[in-house]
């Protein structure tokens, strides 16, 4: 009865694959949507604020604190010897990374210290009166200098393989090697960090923590509190942002308030100002590619090796799942017949980077088409060309790196439709003819796909649970595992459950997530939000309903299958009865109206050790074309127009997806072309704050933006109404962007060098990158004299 279909899925306002807006939107809009620093704070709250230190790697002779001690409001100060359990907030349990640091300091910023006093701003303000000594030690803060100094790995290197790499490389009629660079990227959520912790009898405590993770969170307290999980509760309505940068790294925050509270017998707030916050936070990865490839004239490629180092920081964080996952992206849509990947994971003296949309993929996906680009220009081609001409295929060529065959490939439908409905092909000739013609203004195009695998790498996060209360009114209650951070989560768990029982979506509250009600949860991560836990949402009201349609056959002598539930009503028999007075007559017969829902994703396994499995359940695809134009005496650019193909499967919610898209792809931009993180030579974290650190304005935006949604696509597994992720996917779509601006820069040299752009792009690499080709194009017609 679970599966059965409705007659009508339009007399419902609710339900799935139609357009809802995001059950918060009008509270965004008018303010008056609550976050953690929204909320009343008990009376008596005191406010926490962090002690950092000032070098990049040293260690502590003395840390005098008495100054601190004495400032006005401070109630106590906090170190590392004050943490009652274990002084780590290691996500992965390496113990190496500590709440507190003690004796040695790994990187310029690094909480020291907490001030806890009767107001934010006092405690701020002490906290900038401690006197700390160092002896100053060698520090690192670059993947390339790391790896020259042979620094050492924060975690164990990841290698996939396939094929015979070396015979490869050496059969192949053409080969080529290169470097490059890609920056890292500051995730610059609207919400901080920010955490609240009320204490409660014996060893409980209360935190509300800005959190994708609220289960990991609740662990890490409770492992710095010297207690067990089930004494720690963790709550969270809604995020200001978090792009993954809320996976691991609320733990610092929450664990600070949780120790100060229990300490103090009193509530204990902290939220650190946006400069400490970008400070002290981890990043997207800064990677360094390697990478020897091997093609023929055609531009098929032959065998790839590549080496992916990565800028990890201070501590391990979620770094070796980082690496691996830019390897499994590093095919994108190619098939390679004989291809090695390697990992490289350095220790820096830099905070410890983490999650960050695309958790990876973005890093791996951006070589292998580097790889693509440079063969493209060394053939004097259409990069379009060698794409296809490398796609994946059908048998023989449908096996990933990690031996995952590719079986619902749909890429090259995706980018012939792109292709045409974008008019590619004219555009491209057009601009070379403009370029032909223009001295300063040259002008780009691309057109680039992406194939993003769908899982957590980490089998056992791949499971979700929620809690689903029918109340004998007909109203509903859901509490799900998941956590909403802007991206409209909540609207479409809620539509499927609309969906599941045939009710308006204001049937449906959806409340807090909190560790009391849903255990056990996985991050909202991986793009698997929705996956996850809607399944888990349907399965909880498939119970209640069986239980329901079991009760009215009984009751009303009848089979079973005359029982259905149709659009705010339920059919028995002949009799329609409304939703509310079905449920009520239910419950006055004590049958159960409540159910707690579970899935885990199935057919997935992965061996690390031996680099195969089947790690994705599926795979979601799109493409995008850029077209842009740069200024080659100043560098500087613009986006023109984008044009967008995304496949979502069966949407769920289209307008959210849409908006997914739009908001992805203009982050992913910005990583490309305007976010630069830099540190001096002193280990200092100079791009720290809005004046200095330049994410997209809204009049950065393509000023042409089309985006279409693949409606023709369904997801082939059966996901939560076959609908697809969309929340990382299509944040590598603006990779066309940057090769736009590649495209733009060869023209200086007739498009015979590949212009060889790291990322991110700024003005400054693109007018660089100029000078460098007409400097080649200079030396040409000298070359040719002499010959």
Known sequence: MGAHTPRSKTEITGGTHVARQHDSAHKHVTGSADYIDDMPEPAGTLHAYLGLTDRAHARITALDLDAVRAAEGVVAVLTGADVPGVNDISP?????????????????????????????????????????????????????????????????????????????????????????????????????????????????????????????????????????????????????????????????????????????????????????DMIITGKRHDFVVDYDVGFDDSGKIHALDATFAARCGFSSDLSGAVTDRALFHADNCYYFEDVRLTSKPMMTNTVSNTAFRGF??????????????????????????IRKANFYGGPGRDLTPYHQTVEDNIIERVVDELETSSDYQARRAEIIDFNENSPVIRRGIALTPVKFGISFTATWFNQAGALVHVYQDGSIHLNHGGTEMGQGLNTKVAQVLADEFQVDLDTIRITATTTGKVPNTSATAASSGTDLNGMAVANAAQQIKTRLVAFAAEKFNIPEDQVEFEPNHVRVGNELMPFGDFIKLAYQERVQLSAAGFYKTPDIHWDRAAGKGRPFYYFAYGAAVSEVSIDTLTGEYQVDRVDVLHDTGRSLNPALDIGQIEGAFVQGMGWLTTEELWWDDKGRLRTHAPSTYKIPLASDRPKIFNVKLADWAENREPTVRRSKAVGEPPFMLPISVLEALGMAVASIADYKVSPRLDAPATPERVLMAVERLKAMADEQPAENSES
């Open 92 to 276: 992965t349990g390496r113990d190496d990374e500590p709440v507190l640091a003690t004796d040695t300091v790994l990187f310029h910023g690094q909480p020291v210290f907490a001030v806890i006093a009767e107001t934010r701003d006092l405690a701020r303000r002490a906290a900038k009166r401690a006197v700390i000594s160092y002896e100053d030690l060698p520090h690192i803060t670059d993947v390339r200098a790391a790896i020259e100094a042979n620094y050492p790995l924060v975690t164990d290197p990841l290698k996939l393989e396939r094929g015979d790499i070396a015979a490869g490389l050496s059969a192949a009629p053409r080969r080529l090697q290169g470097e490059m660079r890609i920056g890292g990227q500051d995730h610059f959520y609207l919400e901080g960090h920010i955490a609240m912790a009320i204490p409660g009898e014996d060893d409980e405590v209360t935190v509300w923590s800005s959190t994708q993770h609220p289960s990991e969170v609740q662990h890490m307290v409770a492992h710095a509190l010297g207690t067990v999980s089930n004494a720690v509760t963790v709550q969270i309505r809604r995020m200001g942002g978090g792009f993954g940068g809320k996976e691991t790294q609320a733990n610092q925050f929450a664990a600070i308030a949780a120790i100060a509270a229990k300490k103090l017998n009193r509530a204990v707030k902290i939220r650190p100002d946006r400069d400490d």
């Open 360 to 385: 990876g993929g973005p890093q791996g996906m951006l070589g292998g088409e580097r790889v693509i680009e440079e063969v493209a220009y060394a053939l004097g081609r259409d990069p379009l060309e």
